[in-house]
């Protein structure tokens, strides 16, 4: 309980404590009036909504992280492919981009567990000089998909425009988008989902065994390399399903690859390596002081935020907010 | 067998690599040339500071763009000749250097990794927005100092000369040993009361020097700079850290032939092998490149000329003499 409560005030104080107090200095000084006021809820509202999505890249990304201890410089590319394959089940096959995320987890599942099986695993243990030789090996995996795509959809901008694309309803005077409402409560089921995997099922207990003590879980019986490269998968999974997600609200062209694996990395820092709950946090705070920089700084200067955020943390803690919540 | 004199192998290099363009008198092909040269002194610097001590950088693309930028800001703002950013863009890469390191190499494990990558991105931004400094995505435009490419190809070959010429004094040197050291053992190294942060440093500088002296050169050469070309995360900092991989990490030579095989193999995809090959092919130049790096990491550790005696083998199919 004492933990949940330290993590549902950290929560508060971040995403809405400061940004409240930064508007309040605003007011004091002169250059915000009520109009920002009024503004700031609603562009916490969408940075929360963006935010649930980034936790569910986050995750992927730090369930990835703690298991295999490599940084998956291929993540941005693999929400690439999985929102490509979205956007051919909806050009092609008329689905509609929430259903297709039956298909895109799946799809991407497997393609995740052969680049485990047959590129990351056969690494561990080799002798070579560099001992970051699966990171070096994620990164021409990258590029591989983003040329792969290139090469099949040329570098063109691509949506999918959903009927209900642009609707919004409304609570009080704050605006929902209804998509980004949807893919809100989708990955919150899904991120549930992972937590209830991971606590009580034989397998989640195997993957964060694994993340604790590869050789102790060796011992214990647990296929640990299987486990490895399967939770790979898992992580890839969890990041097609932000893809999926992020694509009717989003646009997408083979480059987009490297900014996600940016923002994937920035969340992890923040959140603190190998943990959920961090990555949760993290997801979060930067999709709220994303919209924060687009609305009340520049446009131009969203995805630095991302970065300041990034070197804050490395400065002042660098352990991640991990080392505040505990988990 | 008779051993080959020691030495010899990089006057011969140097002699033709000198020769080659006064043969070769075709625009075109002088051009790749450059561009080999380029990468040679990128993936060497890069193979300085992450083959031989250990740091792996994904973020060279800063060290490169500062120096481009230091080049073309001269000529913009103070109406230098942008020559001048030759001498002064490697030492703003070196100071840049200098920031991250203190920042970073406090910190273990991937930090470094992600921070100059973070840094890289930080600086593309900071140009893409800052317009009345950097002028934008609008780009730098001067004129080209010579319209023959002769001239170029001579002082980037005497930049990458020099590049692997310092590095191999560099790593016969204490210093060398030092790098090496904090790679296989930080701990041993720092216990041994050597200062690993200091070294980490400095191997840091030198990279980012001539890193940053090549993005000079560059601005010079294409007369042209924007944040998303000499930024650019995917086109720099990765494209370096394959270039070391495809042609070995911690060897002299690596990531020379390294970049060698990069622009090769993309031009060859490009012409479509010299348009024997069907058109499309010519779509797939960076995949092809990409696949040959997987295969490379997959099969060949430790580059081409780091695995060379394992090619070796399978290309000659000499039976194994080892005894087991």
């Keep these: 309980m004492l933990t949940l409560a330290r993590i549902l005030i950290l929560a508060g104080v971040i995403l809405i404590g400061v940004p409240y107090i930064l508007v309040g200095i605003g007011m004091v000084v002169g250059t915000m009036g009520m109009n920002d006021l009024f503004q700031m809820t609603q562009t916490i509202v969408i940075g929360v909504l963006i935010g649930g999505l980034y936790a569910l890249i986050g995750i992927g990304m730090t369930l990835i992280m703690g298991v295999m201890g490599i940084i998956n410089l291929a993540h941005g590319q693999i929400l690439m492919t999985s929102m490509y394959v979205t956007f051919v089940s909806f050009k092609y096959f008329g689905l509609d981009p929430y259903v297709s995320i039956l298909i895109t987890m799946p799809c991407l599942f497997l393609v995740a567990l052969f680049i485990g099986r047959y590129l990351l695993d056969p690494l561990i243990g080799r002798e070579s000089i560099l001992p970051e030789n699966q990171v070096l090996m994620t990164v021409g995996i990258g590029l591989c998909l983003t040329e792969i795509m290139r090469f099949i959809f040329s570098s063109n901008y691509q949506s999918v425009r959903t009927s209900y694309a642009n609707k919004a309803y409304y609570i009080g005077s704050v605006s929902f988008n209804y998509p980004l409402t949807i893919a809100f409560f989708i990955a919150l089921m899904l991120t549930v989902g992972l937590f209830l995997f991971l606590m009580k099922t034989d397998i989640g207990r195997a993957i964060r065994a694994t993340a604790q003590d590869k050789e102790a879980a060796t011992l214990m019986g647990i296929p640990q390399r299987k486990i490895t490269f399967s939770t790979y998968a898992l992580g890839s999974a969890l990041d097609a399903a932000a893809g999926t997600l992020l694509l009717p609200v989003y646009y997408l062209f083979p480059d987009l690859g490297g900014p996600f694996t940016l923002k994937a990395f920035v969340i992890t820092i923040l959140g603190g390596l190998g943990s959920t709950v961090g990555a949760i946090l993290g997801g979060l705070t930067l999709g709220v002081y994303e919209s924060l920089g687009a609305t009340f700084v520049s446009m131009g200067y969203k995805d630095a935020v991302g970065m300041v955020i990034f070197l804050l943390v490395l400065t002042f803690i660098p352990g991640g907010l991990k080392r505040v919540t505990k988990i | ?324």
């Design chain 2, 1 to 324: 067998m008779k051993k080959p004199i020691k030495g010899l192998g990089p006057i011969i290099i140097f002699i033709l690599a000198g020769v080659l363009p006064l043969v070769v008198n075709h625009d075109y092909y002088q051009h790749l040339m450059i561009l080999a040269l380029i990468w040679v002194v990128i993936g060497s610097s890069w193979n300085l500071l992450a083959g031989y001590t250990g740091q792996v950088s994904f973020g060279h693309a800063a060290f490169f763009g500062i120096g481009a930028y230091t080049a073309g800001i001269l000529y913009t703002k103070l109406s230098l000749s942008p020559w001048w950013g030759m001498v002064l863009g490697g030492f703003s890469a070196m100071i840049l250097g200098l920031l991250i390191g203190y920042l970073c190499f406090r910190l273990r494990g991937p930090y470094f990794a992600l921070a100059t990558l973070a840094s890289g991105e930080i600086l593309r931004l900071i140009a893409n927005n800052w317009t009345d400094f950097t002028e934008g995505m609008v780009g730098i435009l001067i004129m080209q100092t010579f319209v023959s490419k002769l001239p170029y190809y001579y002082l980037i070959f005497f930049i990458a000369a020099a590049c692997i010429f310092v590095i191999y004094l560099v790593m016969n040197s204490k210093w060398g040993y030092y790098f090496v050291s904090v790679r296989e053992d930080q701990d041993a190294a720092a216990s041994l009361g050597i200062n690993t942060t200091l070294y980490k440093n400095i191997s840091l500088m030198i990279s980012s020097f001539f890193t940053g002296t090549a993005g000079a050169f560059y601005m010079n050469y294409m007369g042209f700079i924007d944040p998303s070309v000499v930024f650019s995360l995917h086109n720099i900092s990765i494209q370096a850290i394959l270039v070391g991989i495809i042609g070995g990490v911690a060897t002299l030579w690596g990531p020379a032939i390294g970049a060698l095989v990069m622009v090769g193999i993309q031009e060859l995809f490009r012409t479509a092998v010299f348009g024997l090959a069907p058109k499309w092919i010519s779509q797939g130049h960076a995949l092809a490149f990409g696949l040959l790096v997987v295969l490379t990491i997959l099969y060949l550790s430790n580059g081409l000329v780091g695995d060379w005696p394992k090619i070796k083998k399978i290309i000659f199919r000499r039976p194994s003499r080892e005894v087991s």
